[in-house]
C-alpha cells in the first residue's frame, strides 16, 4: 500500500489543498503524512483535521542577507534530517509538495531516497521553492489557465491541474447561512477578506466606508486578521432597518462567509479564487501588491477575464465604492451564472489530483 507524504506548510494557500488531497487519499485507504510548518496559522487549521497525521518541518523564506540566509540553510538542513528519517520508515513513499520553503527539505530527502516527488503550483506565476525543485520531480502539476508556461504544455513533466478545495468547504443556501450566522434576510452582505493574516488597506477602506455602504443596503463582515480586533455595530438605514457591521479576528467557516455573500471583496491568492468558484461566488479582486513577481494579480486577471470578477487595483481602491454600486442584480447574476458553469466544468480537482498522482507512481 502506498503512503504520501504531503508536503504543505506555510500559508493556507499551500496547506488547504494539501488537506484536500488527503481527504480524498483517505477515501482511498492510502496513508498520508501532512508535513506543516510551525506557523500558528498551520496549527490553527490543523485542529480541525484530528484524523490525519501531522510533522512540523523547519523552515523559513530565502534571502540573500547573510543571516537571513544561514537560517534558510540552517532550517532546510534540519528538515532535510527530519525528512530523511520520517521516508526511512516508508520504503513506499511517494511526495508531493504544494510550494513554500519549508518542503525543500523534505524533497532534497526525497531526491536522494529515491522516493517519487510531484509538485503542484497553484498561481500563475511559479513559486521560487517549486521552480527550485522542478529538475527532481516525476511531475509538476500546473494551473491550466498558466499561459506564461505554455511551453511546459509541450514536456510529458507537466499536467494541467485546478487547485484542490477541501470536502468539507461546502456552500449552503444564502437563507440557512444568514440563520445561521444570525443575519436577517433582507438587504444584500459585503464579505471582506484579506486572507488570513488579514489586509490591512481592505480593513481600513472599510472602516472608512460602512456607513455608505449600508446606505446601498450592505451588511458587512470584515475579516480583520489576527491583528484586528472582533466588534459588531448595527446601523439603521433610512428605511427604518437595521443593518450589522462585524469585524472579525478570523474565522473557522469561510465557507459560511462565503455562502452568506451577494459579495466578495478579497485578494487574488489561488487559494482565495478556488474557494470563490467552488462557493459560484462573485468578488472583486484586490490583489497584495507584494506578492512575489505580482502573481496575485495575474491570478485576478485571469479571474476577472472570463467574467467571474473585476480587477481592481489596491492603488485604485477609491475607486471600490463606484465598483459595487456599479453591480446591480443582473451583473451579479450573470457572474454568478458564469461561476456555476466554470465550476461544474472543472469537476473536482482533489479527485483528479488523486488519480494522477496514483497513476503515475509506481506500483505497489
Same mark, same amino acid.
Given at each position: 500500500?502506498?503512503?504520501?507524504?504531503?508536503?504543505?506548510?506555510?500559508?493556507?494557500?499551500?496547506?488547504?489543498?494539501?488537506?484536500?488531497?488527503?481527504?480524498?487519499? +483517505?477515501?482511498?485507504?492510502?496513508?498520508?503524512?501532512?508535513?506543516?510548518?510551525?506557523?500558528?496559522? +498551520?496549527?490553527r487549521?490543523?485542529? $480541525?483535521?484530528?484524523?490525519?497525521?501531522?510533522?512540523?518541518? =523547519?523552515?523559513?523564506?530565502?534571502?540573500?542577507?547573510?543571516?537571513?540566509?544561514?537560517?534558510?540553510?540552517?532550517?532546510?538542513?534540519?528538515?532535510f534530517?527530519?525528512?530523511?528519517n520520517?521516508?526511512?520508515?516508508?520504503?513506499?513513499?511517494?511526495?508531493?509538495?504544494?510550494?513554500?520553503?519549508?518542503?525543500?527539505?523534505?524533497?532534497?530527502?526525497?531526491?536522494?531516497?529515491?522516493? =517519487?516527488?510531484? #509538485?503542484?503550483?497553484?498561481?500563475?506565476?511559479?513559486?521560487?521553492?517549486?521552480?527550485? #525543485? %522542478?529538475?527532481?520531480?516525476?511531475?509538476?502539476?500546473? =494551473?491550466?489557465?498558466?499561459?506564461?508556461?505554455?511551453?511546459?504544455? $509541450?514536456?510529458?513533466?507537466?499536467?494541467p491541474?485546478?487547485?484542490?478545495?477541501?470536502?468539507?468547504?461546502?456552500?449552503?443556501?444564502?437563507?440557512?447561512?444568514?440563520?445561521?450566522?444570525?443575519l436577517?434576510?433582507y438587504?444584500?452582505?459585503?464579505?471582506v477578506?484579506?486572507?488570513?493574516?488579514?489586509?490591512?488597506?481592505?480593513?481600513?477602506?472599510?472602516?472608512? $466606508?460602512?456607513i455608505?455602504?449600508?446606505?446601498?443596503?450592505?451588511?458587512i463582515?470584515?475579516?480583520a486578521?489576527?491583528?484586528? %480586533?472582533?466588534?459588531?455595530?448595527c446601523?439603521?438605514?433610512?428605511?427604518?432597518?437595521?443593518?450589522?457591521?462585524?469585524?472579525? %479576528?478570523?474565522?473557522?467557516?469561510?465557507?459560511?462567509?462565503?455562502?452568506v455573500? +451577494?459579495?466578495?471583496?478579497?485578494r487574488?491568492g489561488?487559494? %482565495?479564487?478556488?474557494?470563490?468558484?467552488?462557493?459560484?461566488?462573485?468578488?472583486?479582486?484586490? =490583489?497584495?501588491?507584494?506578492?512575489?513577481?505580482? $502573481?496575485?494579480?495575474?491570478?485576478?486577471?485571469?479571474?476577472?477575464?472570463?467574467?467571474?470578477?473585476?480587477?481592481?487595483?489596491?492603488?485604485?481602491?477609491?475607486?471600490?465604492?463606484?465598483?459595487?454600486?456599479?453591480?446591480?442584480?443582473?451583473?451579479?447574476?450573470?457572474?454568478?451564472?458564469?461561476?456555476?458553469?466554470?465550476?461544474?466544468?472543472?469537476?473536482?480537482?482533489?479527485?483528479?489530483?488523486?488519480?494522477?498522482?496514483?497513476?503515475?507512481?509506481?506500483?505497489?
Amino acid at each position: 500500500m502506498k503512503y504520501i507524504a504531503i508536503a504543505c506548510g506555510g500559508t493556507g494557500g499551500h496547506l488547504t489543498p494539501g488537506i484536500a488531497l488527503a481527504q480524498e487519499l +483517505d477515501k482511498r485507504g492510502y496513508g498520508t503524512t501532512l508535513c506543516i510548518s510551525s506557523k500558528s496559522v +498551520d496549527r490553527r487549521l490543523c485542529e $480541525h483535521y484530528n484524523k490525519f497525521n501531522f510533522i512540523s518541518m =523547519p523552515g523559513c523564506a530565502f534571502r540573500w542577507q547573510p543571516i537571513d540566509f544561514c537560517k534558510f540553510i540552517f532550517k532546510t538542513l534540519l528538515a532535510f534530517i527530519r525528512g530523511w528519517n520520517h521516508l526511512g520508515n516508508h520504503p513506499d513513499a511517494i511526495v508531493i509538495s504544494f510550494g513554500g520553503f519549508s518542503a525543500v527539505g523534505l524533497c532534497l530527502a526525497a531526491f536522494i531516497r529515491r522516493r =517519487p516527488i510531484f #509538485l503542484h503550483e497553484a498561481n500563475l506565476l511559479m513559486g521560487r521553492a517549486i521552480r527550485w #525543485l %522542478t529538475p527532481l520531480a516525476k511531475k509538476v502539476y500546473i =494551473p491550466p489557465a498558466l499561459k506564461e508556461l505554455e511551453l511546459y504544455r $509541450h514536456r510529458k513533466k507537466y499536467i494541467p491541474m485546478y487547485y484542490p478545495v477541501r470536502n468539507d468547504f461546502l456552500p449552503c443556501s444564502m437563507n440557512r447561512a444568514r440563520d445561521l450566522l444570525g443575519l436577517p434576510t433582507y438587504g444584500r452582505c459585503l464579505v471582506v477578506s484579506g486572507g488570513s493574516q488579514g489586509a490591512r488597506a481592505l480593513i481600513e477602506w472599510t472602516r472608512a $466606508h460602512e456607513i455608505l455602504l449600508i446606505t446601498l443596503g450592505y451588511h458587512i463582515i470584515c475579516l480583520a486578521g489576527p491583528a484586528g %480586533t472582533q466588534a459588531e455595530i448595527c446601523h439603521c438605514h433610512a428605511d427604518g432597518r437595521i443593518y450589522h457591521v462585524r469585524y472579525k %479576528t478570523f474565522s473557522d467557516h469561510m465557507h459560511l462567509l462565503y455562502s452568506v455573500a +451577494d459579495l466578495i471583496v478579497c485578494r487574488a491568492g489561488a487559494g %482565495t479564487i478556488a474557494e470563490l468558484i467552488r462557493c459560484q461566488k462573485p468578488s472583486v479582486l484586490v =490583489p497584495y501588491p507584494a506578492a512575489i513577481g505580482d $502573481h496575485q494579480t495575474l491570478n485576478a486577471r485571469a479571474h476577472a477575464e472570463a467574467g467571474m470578477a473585476v480587477l481592481l487595483p489596491q492603488s485604485r481602491l477609491s475607486e471600490l465604492v463606484s465598483i459595487i454600486e456599479a453591480l446591480d442584480d443582473a451583473t451579479l447574476k450573470s457572474m454568478q451564472e458564469t461561476l456555476v458553469k466554470f465550476d461544474r466544468s472543472i469537476g473536482d480537482p482533489a479527485t483528479a489530483l488523486a488519480d494522477s498522482l496514483l497513476e503515475n507512481s509506481p506500483q505497489g
